[in-house]
């Protein structure tokens, strides 16, 4: 239980400095809520969660230097009750999916309403999931979905990047036909006819991003 005098502890973990420095702003308005330190990328922020041990966390996902699902990977790993919202403008299927296996106990997009940042900070304090039903919905047709392995996951970003087959099978030290036997398998579990689609679908879910 959290009071004035004994607020929840909170790290902050996002890479923009104004997102983190309007969270401070907000928070700080709850008698309840204190931010402990904040972290400027994915690798900072396992740092500064074992210098300080936060009672809760508020993670971004794209982040320099290490990611947000591997910062909770690892902070997890280390700490195995630790409690971490992921708060992110990603709302892809797979992100999601990818944010709560991690071990977070929420997930939250930065167009929240501010109560229900405060609300999931006190949910997932309390020790409880904090899922919105947008976000459940979404979570739940991932659930649903074929899974690509991890080869096909290999093949599928690739081909968002542009490659062709034969580009394919050079970087990934595979046979042409293989990769076409890849490319078929991820074809059926997407639900799709070509490659176009296949890529379209892949960066609407969030399986793969364009390269920067």
């Known amino acids: ?118 609300a999931a900070i006190r949910t997932v304090f309390a020790g409880e999931k904090y899922i919105p039903s947008d976000v459940g919905a979404k979570l739940a047709e991932r659930m649903v979905n074929p899974q690509l392995s991890e080869r096909e996951l290999d093949v599928i970003r690739l081909i968002v990047a542009g490659k062709s087959n034969a580009e394919i099978s050079g970087i990934l030290h595979i046979r042409e036909s293989t990769v076409k036997f890849h490319v078929n398998n991820i074809l059926c579990k997407l639900g799709v006819n070509d490659r176009t689609q296949a890529a379209i679908t892949a960066l609407k879910r969030g399986i793969a991003s364009l390269p920067e």
Not at 18 to 40: N, P, T, Y
Not at 68 to 92: H, K, N, P, Q
Not at 94 to 111: F, H, N, P, Q
């Open 1 to 118: 239980m959290s009071n004035k005098s004994n607020p929840i502890r909170i790290l902050i973990a996002d890479d923009h400095v104004i997102v983190r420095q309007g969270l401070v702003a907000l928070l700080e308005q709850e008698a309840d809520l204190s931010v402990v330190a904040q972290a400027g990328d994915g690798f900072e922020a396992v740092q500064l969660f074992r210098q300080y041990q936060p009672d809760v966390t508020l993670m971004d996902l794209r982040m320099p230097h290490l990611d947000g699902v591997a910062a909770i990977m690892a902070i997890r790993a280390e700490f195995a009750m630790a409690r971490i919202v992921v708060l992110t403008t990603y709302d892809s299927e797979e992100d999601i999916y990818r944010g709560l296996r991690a071990g977070a106990g929420g997930y939250l997009l930065k167009d929240a309403d501010p109560e229900q940042v405060f």
